[in-house]
């Protein structure tokens, strides 16, 4: 079975998620292609495979646009295809409140493409303190605080649950008969 991963990042974490799950799907006997939505054009036309596998982070709300471009252009094609949204987020990693704000942003997008994925799973991103610029940094420090995440900028903070993440592809693969 072919499965692609088609993927938007904005800091790098969903590039890491992205490239952990083509290994789950290579571990499972199956060839994974792994496409970043930076590298294409909006028209990209997603290749003959067998299911697709979306991983997008929220930032300020939003999601990677050129996601949204290419999964709006191939909709149609993604309704016809075993499909698993990741949604990558720092508040995947929060509370109850935190959560249902993430969600919401999901359902806008999901509105917004036309696209209802088989599966939609929230996963936590990662604090990359030592790549902010200063500003950055400082606000991200704020969030972090708000939200009783780690706050020491002197180091980064991933808040991936790996294990979880593995049970997810996992599930996806055996249920679409991988």
Known sequence: MRVLIFYGTTEGQTRKIAHFVADRVEDAGHMAVVVDAADVASDFEIPPVDAVIVAASVHVGHYQSAVQHVIKANRDRLAALPTLFLSISLAAAGDESDLSDVARC?????????????????????????????????????????????????????????????????????????
């Open 106 to 178: 999901t359902d806008r997008f999901l509105r917004a493409t036309g696209w209802a994925p088989a599966r939609v799973e929230h996963v936590a991103g990662a604090f990359k303190y030592t790549e902010y610029d200063f500003f950055k940094r400082w606000a991200m420090k704020y969030i972090a605080l708000r939200h009783g995440q780690p706050t020491d900028t002197s180091r980064d903070y991933e808040l991936t649950d790996w294990p979880g993440l593995e049970k997810t592809i996992e599930e996806f693969l055996v249920g679409i008969g991988g």
